[in-house]
């Protein structure tokens, strides 16, 4: 007699699906025991699978993305990072592109769990948006404002599009003639848009090392020194 076939494990009650509706906690629960490759994100209590990423986006997130590393570099107290889960409240669990936070410790609003998550809203997120803009100008914003974050980047390679929203004064920015974004919740972060979206790196380098010589950026370095002594004094 052949041997009994081994019933296969019942995986369902591991996947998540588009447009499953859970609390973090849910999502959270079951987002550890998805496969490694396997990306979702939880926005407004929704889940949202990811498809898998194409070229278009790889080589649009890296320019920006090596702004926000040459800002953080220089500036004492912030920290940018890419493709991080985000567990900004009850239903919203996002795992946004890009971001840039300023450290608890120099008056930061968000901090890092003890399981290496980040808690709490990052002051910037930014976004390569290819097949997910109706996500991200929408929904993702709203859910972005509601928690807290100040500043939102939406870069859309496809439309040659650059948006840039003030989400602690609930409006869209419009772009200066000079073509640079100069970031409000981290002055002296300036991006050329127009090289970005061109892919003239050496004209966004240069706009990159503009800012942080400006003299904002240095302001808000003393300002992020002053408060970190402040928070040493307070403990």
Same mark, same amino acid.
């Given at each position: 007699?052949?041997?009994?076939?081994?019933?296969?494990?019942?995986?369902?009650?591991?996947?998540?699906?588009?447009?499953?509706?859970?609390?973090?906690?849910?999502?959270?629960?079951?987002?550890?025991?998805?496969?490694?490759?396997?990306?979702?994100?939880?926005?407004?209590?929704?889940?949202?699978?990811?498809?898998?990423?194409?070229?278009?986006?790889?080589?649009?997130?890296?320019?920006?993305?090596?702004?926000?590393?040459?800002?953080?570099?220089?500036?004492?107290?912030?920290?940018?990072?890419?493709?991080?889960?985000?567990?900004?409240? &009850?239903?919203?669990?996002?795992?946004? /592109? !890009?971001?840039?936070?300023? *450290?608890?410790?120099?008056?930061?609003? %968000? $901090?890092?769990?003890?399981?290496?998550?980040?808690?709490?809203?990052?002051?910037?997120?930014?976004?390569?948006?290819?097949?997910?803009?109706?996500?991200?100008?929408?929904?993702?914003?709203?859910?972005?404002?509601?928690?807290?974050?100040?500043?939102?980047?939406?870069?859309?390679?496809? &439309?040659?599009?650059?948006?840039?929203? /003030? !989400?602690?004064?609930?409006? *869209?920015?419009?772009?200066?003639?000079? %073509? $640079?974004?100069?970031?409000?919740?981290?002055?002296?972060?300036?991006?050329?848009?127009?090289?970005?979206?061109?892919?003239?790196?050496?004209?966004?380098?240069?706009?990159?090392?503009?800012?942080?010589?400006?003299?904002?950026?240095?302001?808000?370095?003393?300002?992020?020194?002053?408060?970190?002594?402040?928070?040493?004094?307070?403990?």
């Amino acid at each position: 007699m052949a041997p009994a076939l081994k019933k296969k494990p019942d995986l369902s009650r591991y996947l998540l699906n588009n447009g499953d509706h859970m609390s973090q906690t849910e999502f959270h629960r079951a987002y550890k025991n998805t496969p490694e490759n396997f990306r979702a994100e939880l926005v407004g209590g929704i889940v949202f699978v990811a498809s898998p990423l194409k070229k278009g986006h790889g080589e649009n997130h890296l320019p920006l993305g090596s702004a926000f590393f040459a800002y953080e570099t220089v500036t004492p107290g912030t920290v940018s990072g890419d493709n991080s889960t985000i567990m900004l409240g &009850e239903h919203s669990e996002p795992q946004p /592109d !890009l971001y840039l936070r300023v *450290e608890p410790e120099y008056g930061g609003q %968000s $901090i890092v769990t003890e399981d290496d998550y980040i808690s709490g809203a990052p002051e910037l997120v930014a976004e390569i948006a290819l097949s997910s803009s109706a996500i991200d100008l929408n929904l993702k914003r709203q859910d972005y404002a509601r928690h807290g974050v100040r500043e939102y980047m939406v870069l859309l390679p496809m &439309e040659k599009e650059f948006r840039w929203f /003030d !989400l602690s004064r609930d409006r *869209e920015n419009a772009l200066p003639i000079d %073509s $640079i974004c100069r970031s409000r919740a981290f002055p002296g972060l300036w991006i050329h848009v127009k090289a970005l979206l061109e892919h003239k790196h050496k004209l966004l380098t240069r706009t990159i090392k503009r800012g942080l010589a400006s003299p904002e950026h240095a302001a808000f370095v003393k300002k992020l020194e002053a408060a970190k002594r402040k928070r040493g004094r307070e403990k």
